[in-house]
Nanobody, 128 residues
Framework: VQLQASGGGLVQPGGSLRLSCVASGRTFSSYDMGWFRQTPGKEREFVAAISWSAGSTYYADSVKGRFTISRDNAKNTVYLQMNSLKAEDTAVYYC??????????????????????WGKGTLVTVSS
């Protein structure tokens, strides 16, 4: 599967932005999907994940309550709605996916197995 993220840009602190990630292929609906971010000199960090059916979601503590991940399987698209943005949210954001692993929580999948497919990132800059 190929992934293409978009929607990044410049936004003021406290503002909102919605990222989109479109996947190619017919297996998107069976994939767990996630968003990650990276800033220069730092390791890539997990942001949010959503299960194949959208039945469960999982967030990093740093974005909980501000970001919302969702998906539309009919459009092969996963979204990341980002509200109340802070300067520290500035990063390149990547979407990623992996075939669903039955019986495992998103937290376990992210921490132990990771994601197999990655898209190119989209830059989000939060600055006044």
């Amino acid at each position: 599967v190929q992934l293409q993220a978009s929607g990044g840009g410049l936004v003021q602190p406290g503002g909102s932005l919605r990222l989109s990630c479109v996947a190619s292929g017919r297996t998107f609906s069976s994939y767990d999907m996630g968003w990650f971010r990276q800033t220069p000199g730092k390791e890539r960090e997990f942001v949010a994940a959503i299960s194949w059916s959208a039945g469960s979601t999982y967030y990093a503590d740093s974005v909980k309550g501000r970001f919302t991940i969702s998906r539309d399987n009919a459009k092969n698209t996963v979204y990341l709605q980002m509200n109340s943005l802070k300067a520290e949210d500035t990063a390149v954001y990547y979407c990623a996916g992996n075939a669903h692993r039955p019986g495992l929580s998103l937290e376990i999948i992210i921490s132990k197995y990771g994601m197999s497919y990655w898209g190119k990132g989209t830059l989000v800059t939060v600055s006044s």
